[in-house]
């Protein structure tokens, strides 16, 4: 549980950099993600998680 929380929380710091660090240029990515297709954004998605689990995966083997 306490790597779950940690994970969890390491990630809240990292989504949370743009945000704080550009928040105009954050805002520019917001209304553009409205013209991206779904699909594409599911595949983004889904591409992502798989290669978080990958890197999670490798970091376990080590």
Do not use: N
Request: hydrophobic share 65%.
């Amino acid at each position: 549980m306490t790597f779950l929380l940690t994970v969890l929380g390491a990630v809240l710091v990292l989504e949370g950099i743009p945000y704080f660090a550009f928040p105009a240029k954050a805002k520019e990515w917001a209304s553009l993600m409205q013209e991206v297709p779904e699909r594409t954004l599911r595949v983004i998605g889904l591409a992502t998680m798989v290669f978080g689990l990958l890197v999670l995966a490798a970091i376990r083997m080590l």
